[in-house]
Nanobody
Framework: QVQLVESGGGLVKPGGSLRLSCAAS????????MTWYRRAPGKVRELVAS????????DYADYVKGRFTIARDNAKNTVSLQMNNLKPEDTAVYYC?????????WGQGTQVTVSS
């Protein structure tokens, strides 16, 4: 069955770094655009970063540009999100999403907490 499994979340101090990973299975990974979303407590889900099927095209929300980097490895069916210079407002549950045409899949999320 389709699975997206996020990992790498945790507690980090402001200014610190984390690297999230998402392992995909059960579908043709290379055919899907991949996106990281997040949902902070009491807020709506928001897009963080996306990457096209080949990895050549990336897009970032303004609030993470220059701090976060999305990458994918189609040979390993993984997508990552390198997060640097983390801020308290980055605290959220981060979700991995795979999208193609009218089909999308979601992971269960991984908690990122930025606090001193």
């Amino acid at each position: 069955q389709v699975q997206l499994v996020e990992s790498g979340g945790g507690l980090v101090k402001p200014g610190g770094s984390l690297r999230l990973s998402c392992a995909a299975s059960g579908f043709i990974f290379g055919d899907y655009a991949m996106t990281w979303y997040r949902r902070a407590p009491g807020k709506v889900r928001e897009l963080v970063a996306s990457i096209g099927t080949t990895g050549d095209n990336t897009d970032y929300a303004d609030y993470v540009k220059g701090r976060f980097t999305i990458a994918r490895d189609n040979a390993k069916n993984t997508v990552s999100l390198q997060m640097n210079n983390l801020k308290p407002e980055d605290t959220a549950v981060y979700y991995c999403n795979a999208w193609r045409s009218n089909t999308d899949y979601w992971g269960q999320g991984t908690q990122v907490t930025v606090s001193s």
